[in-house]
Protein backbone atom coordinates (compact mmCIF):
# COMPACT_ATOMS: atom_id res chain seq x y z
CA UNK A 1 0.00 0.00 0.00
CA UNK A 2 1.58 3.31 -1.09
CA UNK A 3 1.72 5.89 1.76
CA UNK A 4 2.34 8.94 -0.38
CA UNK A 5 -0.35 11.17 -1.24
CA UNK A 6 -1.61 10.23 -5.10
CA UNK A 7 -1.71 13.21 -7.56
CA UNK A 8 -4.60 14.53 -9.19
CA UNK A 9 -4.22 12.50 -12.32
CA UNK A 10 -4.07 9.18 -10.01
CA UNK A 11 -7.08 10.17 -8.31
CA UNK A 12 -8.37 10.79 -11.84
CA UNK A 13 -7.44 7.68 -12.95
CA UNK A 14 -8.78 5.77 -9.69
CA UNK A 15 -12.31 7.67 -10.13
CA UNK A 16 -12.79 6.60 -13.92
CA UNK A 17 -11.84 2.58 -12.96
CA UNK A 18 -15.13 2.71 -10.76
CA UNK A 19 -17.01 5.42 -12.84
CA UNK A 20 -16.42 3.66 -15.77
CA UNK A 21 -18.29 0.40 -14.62
CA UNK A 22 -21.62 2.49 -14.76
CA UNK A 23 -21.39 1.88 -18.20
CA UNK A 24 -22.82 -2.02 -18.02
CA UNK A 25 -25.92 -0.09 -18.53
CA UNK A 26 -25.06 1.22 -21.87
CA UNK A 27 -22.50 -1.35 -22.81
CA UNK A 28 -23.28 -5.42 -22.56
CA UNK A 29 -20.07 -6.44 -20.12
CA UNK A 30 -18.94 -2.31 -19.76
CA UNK A 31 -18.32 -2.86 -16.42
CA UNK A 32 -16.04 -5.46 -16.82
CA UNK A 33 -14.12 -4.75 -20.12
CA UNK A 34 -13.33 -0.57 -19.15
CA UNK A 35 -12.36 -0.79 -15.86
CA UNK A 36 -10.07 -3.74 -16.98
CA UNK A 37 -8.31 -1.52 -19.91
CA UNK A 38 -7.98 1.31 -17.56
CA UNK A 39 -6.35 -0.56 -15.14
CA UNK A 40 -4.19 -2.77 -17.09
CA UNK A 41 -3.03 0.15 -18.81
CA UNK A 42 -2.25 2.40 -15.65
CA UNK A 43 -1.62 -0.39 -12.75
CA UNK A 44 2.08 -0.31 -13.57
CA UNK A 45 2.57 3.91 -13.37
CA UNK A 46 0.66 4.04 -9.67
CA UNK A 47 0.22 1.64 -7.14
CA UNK A 48 -2.94 4.15 -5.97
CA UNK A 49 -4.54 3.14 -9.89
CA UNK A 50 -3.75 -0.40 -9.30
CA UNK A 51 -5.10 -1.04 -5.67
CA UNK A 52 -8.57 0.79 -7.24
CA UNK A 53 -8.42 -0.87 -10.42
CA UNK A 54 -8.49 -4.52 -8.83
CA UNK A 55 -11.35 -3.32 -6.13
CA UNK A 56 -13.41 -2.42 -8.87
CA UNK A 57 -12.83 -5.35 -10.94
CA UNK A 58 -13.32 -7.42 -7.82
CA UNK A 59 -16.45 -5.98 -7.27
CA UNK A 60 -17.56 -5.76 -11.02
CA UNK A 61 -17.01 -9.65 -11.07
CA UNK A 62 -18.68 -10.29 -7.23
CA UNK A 63 -21.93 -8.43 -8.99
CA UNK A 64 -22.11 -10.64 -11.79
CA UNK A 65 -21.74 -13.55 -9.91
CA UNK A 66 -24.50 -12.62 -7.27
CA UNK A 67 -26.85 -11.69 -10.11
CA UNK A 68 -26.33 -15.16 -11.95
CA UNK A 69 -27.54 -16.98 -8.57
CA UNK A 70 -30.44 -14.60 -8.13
CA UNK A 71 -31.28 -15.13 -11.92
CA UNK A 72 -30.77 -19.57 -11.19
CA UNK A 73 -32.85 -18.73 -8.24
CA UNK A 74 -35.78 -17.37 -9.90
CA UNK A 75 -35.33 -19.82 -12.58
CA UNK A 76 -35.89 -22.78 -10.11
CA UNK A 77 -39.09 -20.38 -8.11
CA UNK A 78 -40.69 -19.84 -11.64
CA UNK A 79 -40.63 -23.64 -13.00
CA UNK A 80 -41.73 -24.67 -9.31
CA UNK A 81 -44.70 -21.93 -9.73
CA UNK A 82 -45.44 -23.59 -12.84
CA UNK A 83 -45.48 -27.07 -11.72
CA UNK A 84 -47.82 -25.82 -8.78
CA UNK A 85 -49.89 -24.09 -11.00
CA UNK A 86 -50.78 -27.26 -13.29
CA UNK A 87 -50.41 -30.00 -10.10
CA UNK A 88 -52.88 -27.85 -7.89
CA UNK A 89 -56.18 -29.07 -9.57
CA UNK A 90 -56.66 -24.93 -10.94
CA UNK A 91 -58.26 -26.83 -14.40
CA UNK A 92 -60.93 -24.09 -13.90
CA UNK A 93 -58.02 -20.97 -13.74
CA UNK A 94 -57.41 -19.44 -17.51
CA UNK A 95 -55.96 -16.08 -18.91
CA UNK A 96 -58.17 -13.59 -19.54
CA UNK A 97 -58.19 -10.17 -20.98
CA UNK A 98 -54.49 -9.06 -19.32
CA UNK A 99 -51.40 -11.59 -19.36
CA UNK A 100 -50.49 -10.58 -15.29
CA UNK A 101 -54.23 -11.85 -14.28
CA UNK A 102 -55.33 -15.20 -13.19
CA UNK A 103 -58.89 -15.17 -13.14
CA UNK A 104 -60.73 -18.30 -11.54
CA UNK A 105 -64.08 -19.36 -11.74
CA UNK A 106 -66.31 -17.38 -9.72
CA UNK A 107 -62.93 -15.70 -7.46
CA UNK A 108 -62.39 -12.79 -9.63
CA UNK A 109 -59.02 -12.55 -10.61
CA UNK A 110 -55.71 -12.86 -8.78
CA UNK A 111 -52.80 -10.35 -9.48
CA UNK A 112 -50.20 -12.00 -11.67
CA UNK A 113 -47.33 -11.52 -8.86
CA UNK A 114 -49.95 -13.07 -6.30
CA UNK A 115 -50.39 -16.26 -8.12
CA UNK A 116 -49.01 -19.75 -6.15
CA UNK A 117 -45.25 -19.64 -6.52
CA UNK A 118 -44.70 -16.20 -8.61
CA UNK A 119 -44.88 -13.90 -6.29
CA UNK A 120 -41.52 -14.96 -4.67
CA UNK A 121 -40.55 -14.35 -8.03
CA UNK A 122 -42.29 -10.74 -7.81
CA UNK A 123 -40.15 -10.49 -4.42
CA UNK A 124 -36.88 -11.74 -6.27
CA UNK A 125 -37.64 -8.83 -8.43
CA UNK A 126 -37.81 -5.89 -6.15
CA UNK A 127 -34.81 -7.33 -4.51
CA UNK A 128 -32.86 -7.40 -7.47
CA UNK A 129 -33.93 -3.39 -8.08
CA UNK A 130 -32.49 -2.57 -4.75
CA UNK A 131 -29.18 -4.38 -5.29
CA UNK A 132 -29.28 -2.30 -8.23
CA UNK A 133 -29.52 0.76 -6.22
CA UNK A 134 -27.08 -0.64 -3.59
CA UNK A 135 -24.79 -0.97 -6.68
CA UNK A 136 -24.67 2.50 -8.39
CA UNK A 137 -23.93 3.87 -4.81
CA UNK A 138 -21.30 1.68 -3.65
CA UNK A 139 -19.79 2.68 -7.45
CA UNK A 140 -20.61 6.38 -6.74
CA UNK A 141 -18.91 5.94 -3.06
CA UNK A 142 -16.08 4.53 -4.62
CA UNK A 143 -15.28 7.07 -6.97
CA UNK A 144 -15.38 9.71 -4.37
CA UNK A 145 -13.28 7.69 -2.44
CA UNK A 146 -10.65 7.51 -5.18
CA UNK A 147 -10.98 11.33 -6.30
CA UNK A 148 -10.23 11.79 -2.47
CA UNK A 149 -7.48 9.92 -2.29
CA UNK A 150 -9.04 7.27 0.35
CA UNK A 151 -9.02 3.26 -0.10
CA UNK A 152 -11.20 1.25 -2.04
CA UNK A 153 -14.13 0.04 0.61
CA UNK A 154 -16.61 -2.13 -1.23
CA UNK A 155 -18.63 -4.37 1.21
CA UNK A 156 -18.90 -8.24 0.12
CA UNK A 157 -16.92 -7.96 -2.91
CA UNK A 158 -15.23 -11.14 -3.49
CA UNK A 159 -10.95 -11.09 -3.51
CA UNK A 160 -11.03 -12.81 -7.25
CA UNK A 161 -7.50 -10.70 -8.54
CA UNK A 162 -4.89 -10.19 -5.95
Known amino acids: METSVPSGDERTWA ?3 HLSSLSVFAI ?3 NIIIPMVIWLSKKKESAFVDEHGKA ?8 IIYMMIIGVFALVLFGLGLVNLGLSGTEDMYWRTFPWEFHFEGDG ?5 L ?3 FGLIFLLGLFW ?3 VGIYIFLVVKASLDASSGRQPKYFLALPLIK
Open 115 to 117: APG
Open 28 to 30: PFG
Open 109 to 113: FIPFF
Open 15 to 17: MFS
Open 129 to 131: LAL
Open 56 to 63: SLNFQLSV
